[in-house]
């Protein structure tokens, strides 16, 4: 059974903090995806990455940062949170393009609900 | 950038048909998808169609696709409370706001 978990489910966190988000999958899946949820924007892409120590910015990546050190772990960094940020993170993993005749599907975690006050 | 587009709110009783509709702008996509997010968890797909069909059914769910005028379908026949969910149409890496879907007895 395929499994992306994510480090907490609740996080609340105060402005200006250093926040981490862990994902983490154990399909050896390429790629590995953070979005952030919002009402009636549904999801928006931060970051990707393809590969290991590769990233590339998704949409909206100001604010973020990410680290790929291992091929099963992906990390969503604020640097110094804002409650702008308060949103539900959702992080996602594929097989990478080349690497599968299947449709791209993502997989996802259940998502960190992060509340900045 | 590339836009995915969908309705916010769709309300049906319980035997009825739903019909959630998307419209996107990249007719580059190979694949489109429907995604499903049941309360308090994250995204699961529900179906896709590759983009050299017109439709695909799937035992209750049918989906349409017409090219030309990028637009996607999603039916749900007898809809079920079950069916209640958030319904997100999907590019590869670009979704839809997702359309709530409400079934009520």
């Known amino acids: 059974d395929v499994k992306v978990t994510q480090s907490s489910r609740y996080l609340v966190k105060r402005t200006g903090e250093k926040v981490f988000l862990e994902c983490v999958q154990d399909m050896d899946h390429e790629n590995m995806f953070w979005y952030r949820q919002d009402p009636g924007l549904g999801l928006r892409l931060i970051y990707f990455?393809?590969?290991?120590?590769?990233?590339e910015k998704g949409d909206i990546p100001e604010g973020y940062s990410v680290s790929r050190e291992k091929k099963e772990r992906f990390s969503l960094i604020l640097e110094s949170a804002s409650t702008n940020q308060t949103s539900m993170y959702l992080c996602a993993s594929s097989f990478g393009v080349s690497g599968s005749e299947f449709p791209y599907e993502q997989y996802f975690g259940p998502g960190t609900r992060l509340t900045v006050t | 950038g590339e836009d995915v587009e969908q309705s916010l709110f769709l309300s049906v009783r319980e035997g009825d048909s739903s019909v959630i509709n998307c419209t996107y702008t990249?007719?580059?996509?190979?694949?489109l998808y429907w995604y499903k997010q049941e309360p308090g968890a994250g995204l699961q797909l529900l179906t896709y169609?590759?983009?050299?069909?017109d439709m695909k059914q799937d035992q209750r769910l049918t989906v349409l696709l017409n090219k030309k005028d990028k637009h996607l379908s999603l039916r749900i026949a007898d809809t079920q409370t079950g069916d209640s969910a958030i319904y997100f149409c999907?590019?590869?890496?670009?979704f839809g706001a997702g359309t709530r879907l409400t079934v009520k007895p």
């Open positions: 990455s393809y590969d290991v120590k590769m990233k």
């Open positions: 990249d007719s580059s996509s190979t694949y």
């Open positions: 169609i590759f983009s050299n069909m």
């Open positions: 999907a590019e590869t890496g670009r």
